[in-house]
Structures are given as C-alpha cells and as structure tokens.
C-alpha cells in the first residue's frame, strides 16, 4: 500500500483514505505487536504502571490584525511570536516538551532501560507543529515510533482529531474527528504505525453520559478499530452496585445501551485520583504501583495497573520535573517486579494469560442506573427525554453533560453563544456535504471538514466568556462560508 503525502494542498491528509486506514486498522488488530517485542515476563512481575502525556495547541484566527480575515495559526505559534504577553515567553518550553520523549527514549534504551510513555497529540498540534516549521519535533516522534529498536517503548493513542469534548459534539462530527485523526496519523509516520494504534483518549476525559450519546461514542470508537478507551474513575459506575470501580487497577468493559435497546461495548481503562500533572511530572503512579500486589480475575493471577495521564507541558512541574523524574524511574522499574508497560501491551499478556475480555467487571457511564430503573432499553427516545426531564426536575445534580477530569465544569452551561454557532456549522456541514455525499478526497470537502474540527476544540468552551469565544465563532463562521461558497 503507498504512503499517504501528508498534505493535500495547504490542508493536511484528513479524509479520502477511509477505506485503507480500515483495512489497516483491522490487519493491526489480528497481530500481536506489543508483547514479544516488550520483554516483560507477565508471569511473575508484581504489578505494572502506565503514563500517558496528552499533548494539544488549538489553532486560531490570529494571523493578522482583522479578526474575520486573519490567518489560521497554532496558537503556539502565537505565543512564540508574542512571548512578551503574559506567559507566552513558555513557547520556546513548550516546544522542547513535545518533542523531549523522542530524546529520552533512545538515550535510555541505549543505556538497557525499559522506558515506556503513551502519547496523545491532537491533530490540531501536529498541523500547528508543521506550519511553524518545527519539523524536527516531528522527526524525534517519528524516530521513536517507526524505528523498531525504540517503538516498542511508545504507544500512540487514538484521539478527536480537533480535540472535540464528545459529550456536547455531534455524534457524526465526533465520528469524522476520529477517523481523520487516522489517516492525519498514517500520513505523518506511516501504515505500520497505525496498525499499533488500539486505545483511544477522549479530550478533557469526558465521557458522554447521555444514553443514545455515549452508545453513539463506543459504537464510533469499535467501528474505527479501537480496542480500549481510557476512562475517568469518578465518571464510570459499576452496573453490579452504581458504585465507582471498586477494583480501578484492571481492565473494565464499558457498557452502553441506547434508548433503542442496542448495546455497544469496549475495553476501559480506569484513570485513577485526579489530572494534576504532579501526578505524572513526579512519576507517582509508579510509586503506588509499589505498594501492589498480584490480584486474581477469572480465578487467574494477574498483575494490578496503574494508569495516568496528564498535560505533558502545562505547568512548572511537568515542565521541569518531569525529565530527570521519569529518567530515575525508568532506571528503577526497568527488569524490576513492577515495571513500566503501556496499556496495549499489557492487555496482550493479560488475554494470553487465559482472561477473556468477558471475563472483565463490567462498568457504564454515570447516572445510567437511574434512567434505567425508570424505562427499558428499547423504549425510544422519547420515553427517555422524558425519564431525564423527570430526574432532573427531582435532582438539580443529575445532568447529561457528561463527566470529565473535572466534575464542576460544564462543557454547555455559558457557552450558548459559541455552541449556536458550532450547531450551525455542524447543521450545514451535515446537510450540504454529508447528506448529498460529496466524495471525502474533494478539496472542498476536506477544506470544510478541517475548518468544522478546527471549529469544535473544547478551548473555546474552557478559557470563559472574551477572545476564546471570539476566536471560536469566528471559525464556525469561516466554516459555514466555505461549505456555501465550495460545497452546494
């Protein structure tokens, strides 16, 4: 199969491939790519940590003076040319953060360490990274995910490609974030590495919690090859009790029933504690991981996992810590009897062992206990905007916004005047380019398609009411202008 070109024009490859990226996808998901390659003897290790590092920039209408005129840049660039407001003079920082695990990698394997990380860039960052001509970022990434001797060290995870919180995102836009997400990934370091392409992260963590919506999340998540998704403690419940996971360290499944009576399912993953990037700049998953001990699931033994992830370049912990923390661990847990694994590697020892996915306790999004002790899956969707009314007007707490790493922010609640515009885009987008089915390799379908994603960053619904709205209705604007003038 050819290698994709990583642009298309000035845009970058986001559509038109879907066919192959499938096929690659599902030819990755027959092999095991993780474990022979690992080392790791499953068997007798005590227990085992993985990190991932989420790292994203939104672009915006910043290019020039004029607002409705001014170039569509990468907010890092942004603040590399202005590092004289505020705290942009951490640019030149942010930089070197996404590209110092490429560094490190090599220089410890080269050492005999066993070093592992999962990285989670957004397509929005690596498009960002390649118009400010920060190419060699790129290619640290690549040496350590395309050259044999290092990859087995690095897991990607599947992400919306713009960066869309999936609870207040169409679900048809949410499908097209993720499948461009993979051929934006093949085009830049190839086919080979999207067959190791198998969890998924959602941005912010946020899980929908809507019935329809979050059966809708994993059904996009199975039908694009993914087989696990990380998940947030506090926004999953036991379907056994409605209690969060009593056993967050093993692998879950991820129940989801929509008012119709169909069920999706897939891997979860629990993120445990909070999102402070304390937690992974000082390494301390590895530290609890040390006071673990062998567990029993399917009456086999098995080692506990500890998982995390965080911002890998916000705040002066991560930015200065993180490096000779994650050396010393490296050091410490590699050949030990809780050694670092990422989540794809893990599960391959754990199925190998004899566990059968089934064999997994099971979990659903939050407050879904309460619907359906109200109404049966299969009675429509009806039926179920009126079981939520009810819930609703008995219990101010009770929503359908989903859950995050943060239980006290709303992704909808203020942000009425960016999300009217992001529903009009949406709206249009769906009417003149999905319905009539313009073929996904035209240039004006893949034009407005980055312009849509680009539009959907959660940025514009995170930073409050002034210059982020601004900047998010202005690219919902230039959306729907590009679907009017190219698409009809």
């Known amino acids: 199969m050819n290698p994709l070109p990583e642009y298309i024009g000035e845009i970058p490859n986001l559509s038109g491939s879907e066919e192959d990226v499938a096929r690659v996808v599902a030819k990755g998901r027959e092999k095991s790519l993780f474990a022979k390659p690992g080392g790791i003897d499953f068997g007798s290790i005590r227990s085992a940590t993985a990190i991932a590092l989420h790292q994203h920039q939104p672009l915006i209408p910043a290019g020039g003076g004029d607002l409705r005129t001014a170039a569509l840049i990468s907010n890092l660039q942004y603040m590399m040319e202005n590092q004289h407001i505020g705290d942009n003079y951490n640019a030149p920082a942010f930089v070197w953060c996404y590209k110092r695990i490429g560094e490190f990698v090599p220089q410890l394997m080269g050492e005999g360490k066993s070093p592992r990380c999962m990285l989670e ?3 929005t960052l690596l498009h960002g990274l390649r118009k400010m001509g920060e190419h060699h970022v790129i290619d640290a990434l690549k040496t350590v995910t395309c050259n044999p001797d290092y990859s087995p060290a690095i897991e990607w995870l599947g992400m919306p490609w713009g960066h869309a919180v999936a609870p207040s995102t169409p679900v048809q836009d949410f499908r097209l974030h993720v499948r461009a997400f ?3 990934f093949a085009a830049i370091f190839g086919w080979e590495a999207l067959e190791r392409v198998r969890g998924f992260s959602p941005s912010e963590m946020a899980l929908p919690n809507h019935p329809d919506v979050a059966y809708e999340f994993v059904k996009t998540l199975v039908d694009c090859g993914f087989q696990w998704v990380l998940v947030q403690e506090h926004t999953v419940q036991q379907i056994s009790d409605g209690r969060h996971p009593a056993r967050p360290h093993i692998p879950h499944r991820l129940i989801c029933t929509n008012s119709k009576g169909e069920t999706a399912s897939i891997i979860a993953i629990v993120k445990t504690q909070g999102s402070d990037t ?5 390494m301390q998953p590895w530290y609890e991981a040390q006071g673990l001990d062998r567990v029993e699931l399917a009456g086999k033994s098995i ?4 998982t995390q992830i965080a911002d890998g370049e916000n705040g002066g912990v991560m930015m200065n810590e993180f490096p000779s923390k994650f050396m010393e661990v490296v050091s410490l847990s590699s050949h030990s009897a809780s050694p670092m694994m990422n989540v794809s590697e893990y599960l391959e020892h754990l199925f190998a062992s004899g566990v059968e996915p089934g064999d997994l306790p099971e979990v659903q999004p939050l407050f879904h206990d309460r619907i359906w002790s109200r109404i049966r899956p299969g009675d429509g969707p009806e039926k179920l905007a009126e079981a939520i009314e009810e819930i609703k007007r008995e219990d101010g707490r009770f929503h359908m916004e989903g859950g995050s790493w943060t239980s006290d922010l709303s992704w ?7 999300l009217g515009p992001m529903e009009e885009a949406s709206a249009s ?7 009539p089915g313009l ?7 893949r034009n407005a398609l980055f312009h849509l994603m680009s539009s959907q960053t959660s940025c514009y619904r995170y930073w409050g009411q002034g210059l982020w709205t601004d900047y998010g209705r202005e690219i919902c604007r230039r959306t729907v202008e590009i679907i009017e003038r190219d698409c009809k």
Do not use: I, M, W
Request: hydrophobic share 30%; proline share 11%; no cysteine.
């Open 121 to 123: 860039y957004s397509g």
């Open 182 to 184: 993979q051929q934006h």
């Open 278 to 282: 304390k937690l992974v700049a000082q």
């Open 303 to 306: 080692p506990p996992l500890v």
């Open 412 to 418: 909808v609640k203020g942000y009425d005047n960016v």
């Open 429 to 435: 987008f769906n009417e003149h380019v999905l319905r």
């Open 439 to 445: 073929p996904t390799d035209n240039p004006a379908y």
